[in-house]
């Protein structure tokens, strides 16, 4: 007797979680439930902490000015401007004196004439994946290896998006290009920065964002190429993230839906939110390809660590194979590609591998670690050395 009512305790048991799991499932086809999924703005991370203080993330007094943007569309973004070390250095005297905290007027702060006024300083645009604020996890210690290659020279500008730690709204996908395209009007009009001197830094789904950014800017009627592209950690679009996607690289959301492929191409129909990342960097390619011999050339760094639990590197895989596929008038299968990229990679051991692909008009880069994880990896040299390349001035 025991037996049975063991056995039906377990029976009763699946049941309600697979009704939990069937619910589950339902919820997310509601929009405004999908976005919390997919962008877990509510999720800071940094809970109590004041992300105007970024000295709690380890950086010097004012060595990280806070201040805020605004969007044409009425939003106000969380912004953070991070000296470069060895600038600090040189100006750390003056920079003490300033006021600590948020600055009402960005313009008057010591930091951004620095940027301003040096003919010959560098900025990256940094752009943050899913979940936290400018000061969760391993982004501050990514923010310092951005300039380490240039350490008198390389500015960072990172933003919260709409939705996001202390910027205001809701993250959409429409909403979040907005943001992107508002730090760079920024950055290029007000900080006086031309695309020449910028490099577009991304990681997890900020890469879906600066895809739609620098996709957005090379199709203007002027258009506009920044000086590189680094992603980190990208995916191809949301469709084919919903089948892998894990949440904090544990929790595979969707696995048991993966497995009856008709269910998950219904749930995909009901997915709003799409970050066709893959067809954004073959249009952008193409673009660039078509433009005359006197405008910029391209250049685009796909960085994928294989121990990634959250996005397996099989997403940067079908995005360097849109790229070069788009680079070519008859194109490339990815077969072909393969075997043209085992032929001519330079093996790391264990510090991976990496192809390069000089085109027409730019290069495309695909670098695979074998360690880096999915957040961890945005603090590594080969990060640091990806933006010296991607700044061509510099190498
Ligand atoms: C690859 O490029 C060719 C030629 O431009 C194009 O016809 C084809 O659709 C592309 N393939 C993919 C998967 O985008």
Redesign the pocket.
Known sequence: MALVAALRSVFYGLLASTGLYALFIGLLTIPVLQDQVIYLNRVTLTWFQDVNIPEQWGFLRNQVTPFFLTTPDGESLHAWHILPLELYRQNQEALSTEPQGLALDVKKRLSFKLLRDDPSSLLVLYFHGAAGTLGSGWRPPSYRAMSVGAPHRIHTLAIDYRGFGSSSGYPSEKGLLTDAITLAEWAMKEAGIPPSRIVIFAQSIGTAVSLSLVHHMATQPKPVLFSGLVLVAPFADVESLTATYRIAGTVPLLDPVAKFPRLLAWLNTLIITKWPSKTKL?DFIRQCEDMDQESPRYDVTIIHAEDDYDIPWSHSEKLFW?AA??SMT??ITFDELEKEKIASRVNNDAGGWAVERRTRRGVIREEIMKYGLHDRIMSYPVVSLAVMRAFKTLV
């Open positions: 073959a849109h596929n788009a008859h194109g």
